[in-house]
Nanobody, 115 residues
Framework: QVQLLESGGGLVQAGGSLRLSCTAS????????RGWYRQAPGKQRELVAS???????NYADSVKGRFTISRDSAANTVYLQMNSLKPEDTAVYYC?????????WGRGTQVTVSS
């Protein structure tokens, strides 16, 4: 079993930046996709960004050009650098790791952007 621990959330003013981190409790063996999702109150959870083992990335249209996902496989960590934050980015951000046979979720970290 793999546990995912997110950190880096908080309160920031519009236009500010935050960097989220998600560290796995052990190495992820084999191919995997690591991603960040978010869920705002009253809304469905949505994909924010993902990155494959090979480094291919995918972003939601709403965050393209503002957010950057990266991974440090040696540290079992995936990052989400969030710049030019907007109030509509306010949500709980969840880390997800998908392997061939398993899906793991973190417990989430709150991001609040004030106007």
């Amino acid at each position: 079993q793999v546990q995912l621990l997110e950190s880096g959330g908080g309160l920031v003013q519009a236009g500010g930046s935050l960097r989220l981190s998600c560290t796995a409790s052990r190495s992820i063996i084999g191919a995997s996709v690591r991603g960040w999702y978010r869920q705002a109150p009253g809304k469905q959870r949505e994909l924010v960004a993902s990155i494959t083992t090979e480094g291919a990335t995918n972003y939601a249209d709403s965050v393209k050009g503002r957010f950057t996902i990266s991974r440090d496989s040696a540290a079992n960590t995936v990052y989400l650098q969030m710049n030019s934050l907007k109030p509509e980015d306010t949500a709980v951000y969840y880390c997800k790791t998908s392997t061939l046979h398993n899906i793991y979720w973190g417990r989430g970290t709150q991001v609040t952007v004030s106007s």
